[in-house]
């Protein structure tokens, strides 16, 4: 049985919000859903298993009519699909009495249920949220029908409010493979066997590296996994390290210069680090304004001259302070402390 395995879609999402691509940002997890039913249909998928947060919030009727058409391109694939803690199924939800095409099974309950595929012999277990949080384990201790099907669990969650679970708890599961959302990084917690498929397209800058879909076949209750890199966006860590001798348009020209030589899909998340000139120019605040950067994250720690502060301002708080700090062993976190309290001490 071949099978796709795909979670945290975020159909609607808007993410890099008042960036000029914004607009391109929010249409690519639709493309990418797309592509992956075509995929399916080429590649003549009979399951597609889809691990909750198809969408980013409760979706629209238009927006479910939209991925029902999607569905219907794929009418020989079974799509089996469960609700998140994004888009769960709040009170008078149209999405949990929308009519779906046939070869669609939404497990929308909140207690565990299976759905038994035709001509597949195959079961799909799994349960829907219906708030936004659930702190219980519900995944442990879920008991399967023992007569030769190939049993299959879809999951969301894995951290303390949301279904806490961890990977040892999949290492003896009596499912053939058990499809995982939620978390942003695709992984596999159990190779061949649990897999979290991570988000489709990234939504937020933080969620670094590539992302994509599994693609899989289970024969005889053994499973083989391959991952897929879908390259609509990619938020890539650039860690710079400065000092107070490097000029603000040096930086510019380096980092533009960088980011032209990278792939087009890329967009960049900046963290910088070092020392730099209490005097000059906010650095991270010029660099957040070139094109494909996502966010700068400053770290950097202003470059004082402590003996001339000291000389200056002897007396006063700030070369008391100077002089506390340098009598004690000097560590990494003393050092921070000395040229943070400083900072907060000349902006008084």
Not at 240 to 255: A, C
Not at 295 to 305: E, F, I, M, T
Request: proline content about 5%; charged content about 25%; overall charge neutral.
């Amino acid at each position: 049985m071949k099978f796709i395995h795909i979670a945290d879609v975020h159909l609607g999402a808007k993410p890099d919000r008042g960036k000029p691509w914004a607009r391109e940002r929010e249409d690519h997890s639709w493309q990418a859903f797309t592509n992956v039913i075509t995929k399916a249909k080429e590649e003549q998928v009979q399951l597609l298993l889809i691990a909750g947060n198809l969408y980013h919030r409760q979706p629209l009727l238009q927006e479910l009519k939209a991925v029902d058409y999607q569905f219907s391109r794929i009418p020989d694939t079974q799509v089996v699909l469960i609700a998140g803690d994004c888009d769960y199924l709040s009170q008078n939800s149209c999405y949990a009495a929308f009519p779906w095409g046939r070869n669609v099974h939404f497990l929308k309950e909140k207690k565990m249920r299976y759905v038994e595929l035709e001509g597949l012999k195959a079961r799909v277990y799994g349960l829907s949220y219906h708030r936004r949080e659930i702190s219980q384990p519900l995944y442990r201790n879920v008991r399967v029908e023992d007569d030769g099907f190939t049993n299959i669990l879809l999951g969301h969650g894995g951290d303390e409010r949301h279904i806490p679970f961890q990977a040892s708890d999949f290492r003896k599961t009596p499912f053939d493979y058990v499809a995982l959302g939620h978390l942003p990084t695709p992984m596999q917690l159990i190779e061949e066997k649990a897999v979290m498929a991570g988000a489709l397209q990234p939504i937020q800058s933080r969620h670094t590296g590539e992302h994509g879909y599994f693609s899989g076949e289970i024969r005889d209750h053994a499973c083989r996994v391959t991952f897929h890199p879908l390259h609509y966006c990619e938020y890539v860590p650039l860690n710079l390290k400065i000092t107070p001798e490097i000029k603000v348009d040096e930086l510019e020209k380096f980092v533009v210069d960088y980011i032209r030589k990278s792939a087009p899909h890329q967009i960049f998340r900046i963290t910088l680090t070092g020392t730099c000139d209490p005097k000059a120019p906010a650095v991270a605040r010029e660099l957040e304004r070139l094109e494909r950067v996502a966010l700068v994250a400053d770290r950097c720690q202003a470059g004082y001259d402590f003996e001339e502060l000291k000389k200056k301002y002897g007396k006063q708080m700030v070369g008391r302070y100077i002089r506390a700090l340098e009598g004690m062993p000097q560590d990494e976190i003393v050092k921070k402390a000395l040229s943070y309290g400083v900072e907060a001490l000349m902006a008084e």
